[in-house]
């Protein structure tokens, strides 16, 4: 088990197709207390534009701690998933990963990050808002946010499809 003081020697390292499918059984276990959060292999290993080039990993030592996937939608990255095991949640872990997402979506030209979680998932949200967002009421549905990090303003909007899950969708601007 790793402890919060390992945190010093985490290393946020690319996931490749191959590192996935040879990482696939800790990657998979990290979220096991998430039944919600349950993919297939074929989930994990599906094809998406840049995804092999944008997805990380998270590790102290030898041991998965956290990943990230991700790929490309548009101009923006899409973070399909952020996931922190549980033992290390509240840690900074997925605040490490997240920043580095922001570099790299800016290195690469994009104009953001985009994801969704499902509204149920309150530790997600607020976990956005610990990270520099403050979130300001609208009744439309969206809240205009500021990260402190870079002072660059972030839309992020509460949205019900029906051909989507509810979510929060996060842009930097």
């Known amino acids: 088990m790793t402890t919060r003081q390992d945190t010093n020697d985490l ?3 690319a996931l490749t197709k191959d590192r996935m499918t040879t990482l696939l059984p800790q990657i998979d276990g990290l979220a096991a207390d998430e039944p919600w959060m349950a993919w297939t292999p074929e989930n994990y290993l599906r094809e998406a534009p840049r995804k092999w080039e944008f ?3 998270a590790i ?3 041991q998965v701690v956290g990943y990230a996937i991700c790929s490309v939608r548009g101009r923006f990255m ?4 952020l996931v922190v095991g549980s033992d290390l949640r509240g840690a ?3 605040a490490r990963m997240l920043s580095q997402l922001q570099d790299i979506a800016e290195a690469a030209g994009l104009q953001g990050i985009l994801l969704k ?3 149920a998932n309150a530790r997600a949200i607020s976990f956005y808002q610990r990270e520099g967002c403050v979130r300001l009421p609208d009744n439309q549905g969206f809240a205009l946010l500021r990260l402190s990090r870079s002072g660059c303003r972030v839309l992020v909007g509460i949205f019900t499809s029906p051909t989507t899950s509810p979510g929060l969708a996060i842009s930097t601007r």
């Open 78 to 81: 899409w973070l399909h998933r």
């Open 55 to 57: 997805s990380r990993v």
């Open 92 to 94: 900074r872990v997925g």
């Open 117 to 119: 979680t499902p509204l």
């Open 11 to 13: 290393s946020l390292q």
């Open 60 to 62: 102290v030592g030898s």
